[in-house]
Nanobody, 124 residues
Framework: QVQLAESGGGLVQAGGSLRLSCAASGRTFSTSFMAWFRQAPGKEREFVAVAGSDGTSYYADSVKGRFTISRDNAQTTVDLRMNSLKPEDTAVYYC??????????????????WGQGTQVTVSS
């Protein structure tokens, strides 16, 4: 079991930066893939980034080069640093976890553990 809690959302102007943080509790953080997803109003939840405990990371094409995912296995946190934000990045951002016994995934349905979400709003 992994319990997740996001923080760090807010309102920012286009071109600005935000850092989201996800605090995890539970014994299986170090053996879980940690991912960020987002969901804009009227749209399906979409993959943003994922990181494995070995440093492996993958990004959605829409955020590659602008967002950076990082995890601190000692502190059991995973951050999402977002630079050069665009209005289309506006969404509720969710942290999610999936056991590394399975393959890494960009599919939200593959993640059994979720945080409550944090709102990110980018104004133009």
């Amino acid at each position: 079991q992994v319990q997740l809690a996001e923080s760090g959302g807010g309102l920012v102007q286009a071109g600005g930066s935000l850092r989201l943080s996800c605090a995890a509790s539970g014994r299986t953080f170090s053996t879980s893939f940690m991912a960020w997803f987002r969901q804009a109003p009227g749209k399906e939840r979409e993959f943003v980034a994922v990181a494995g405990s070995d440093g492996t990371s993958y990004y959605a094409d829409s955020v590659k080069g602008r967002f950076t995912i990082s995890r601190d296995n000692a502190q059991t946190t995973v951050d999402l640093r977002m630079n050069s934000l665009k209005p289309e990045d506006t969404a509720v951002y969710y942290c999610a976890a999936r056991s590394q016994l399975f393959a890494i995934s960009r599919v939200s349905a593959k993640y059994p553990y979720w945080g409550q979400g944090t709102q990110v709003t980018v104004s133009s």
